[in-house]
């Protein structure tokens, strides 16, 4: 009787131990950081210009051409930036497609591309708010955009 126990516990023992084989983890993508999540919604996420100001606190108006930006940034560091046809001025492409990165420990977003590369400097971002800094010419612009 004591070797039939014995029997059947090993019988069981092994059993849960086949049964609790670990998961396979190998094919599964890195958590994205939490600044990555806001900045591409965990895929693909698109932003517009909401307001605009000189970093010395005077508010400008928006030109039809800024309100009509938009900025979409993808997981796989993919960015695109559409001006709808309104170009602010004859030097502004009406489309960019290029590449994002966080730099300097995530404060810096830099977009590159054909002839483009952009620095903007991260105030805040969060699921509905993205204020970046950035320098244009002698002035320098504080820029605050939103999810579409």
Known sequence: MKGIKVIISGILLALAMISCKKDDTTN????????????????????????IKLVNGNSLSMDSCRKDNRYEFSVNNKAYKFTNGMQCDST?????????????????????????????????????????????????????????
């Open 28 to 51: 599964q993508p890195p958590p994205l950081s939490p600044i990555v999540q806001s900045l591409t919604g965990g895929s693909v996420k698109t932003w517009k210009t909401s307001s």
């Open 92 to 148: 502004e492409k009406q489309s960019f497609t290029g590449t994002w990165e966080w730099t300097n420990a995530d404060l810096w977003l830099v977009l590159t591309g054909s002839n483009v590369n952009v620095q903007w400097e991260k105030m805040e971002i969060t699921d509905s708010k993205f204020v970046v800094k950035y320098r244009q010419g002698e002035l320098n612009y504080e820029e605050t955009l939103s999810p579409q």
